[in-house]
């Protein structure tokens, strides 16, 4: 079992940036692709990005690409979101999440494991 926490999250304007951190704690965090979504008020958790197992591969969501970027540092058993150029459209709650079978899957459902989530919120 893997247990998760986010961290990072907070208040920016637009235009500004934040780094989202995801600590993995439990069994090797090597073994799992880790994937980062969003659910803002009212919708459904979104895919944001993803990255294989040793980070040899990422993805993006058309809404983030070229302003947001996934990285893992596995002797830290962390993955990181480096968010820029936000807009007001990026405020959700931002949640990390681990999969077993190591591909980059967009849908939650896929995913075996949940951190508790952070805010993001980004003002006008």
């Known amino acids: 079992q893997v247990q998760l926490v986010e961290s990072g999250g907070g208040l920016v304007q637009a235009g500004g940036s934040l780094r989202l951190s995801c600590a993995a704690s439990?069994?090797?965090?090597?073994?799992?692709?880790m994937g980062w979504f969003r659910q803002a008020p009212g919708k459904e958790r979104e895919y944001v990005a993803a990255?294989?197992?040793?980070?040899?591969?990422?993805d993006y969501a058309d809404s983030v690409k070229g302003r947001f970027t996934i990285s893992r540092d596995n002797a830290k058993n962390t993955v990181y979101l480096q968010m820029n150029s936000l807009k007001p459209e990026d405020t959700a709650v931002y949640y990390c999440?681990?999969?077993?079978?190591?591909?980059?899957?967009?849908?939650?459902?896929?995913?075996?494991?949940w951190g508790q989530g952070t805010q993001v919120t980004v003002s006008s």
């Open positions: 999440a681990a999969d077993s079978e190591g591909w980059i899957l967009p849908h939650p459902d896929d995913y075996d494991y």
């Open positions: 439990g069994r090797a965090f090597s073994n799992y692709a």
């Open positions: 990255v294989t197992r040793v980070g040899e591969r990422t």
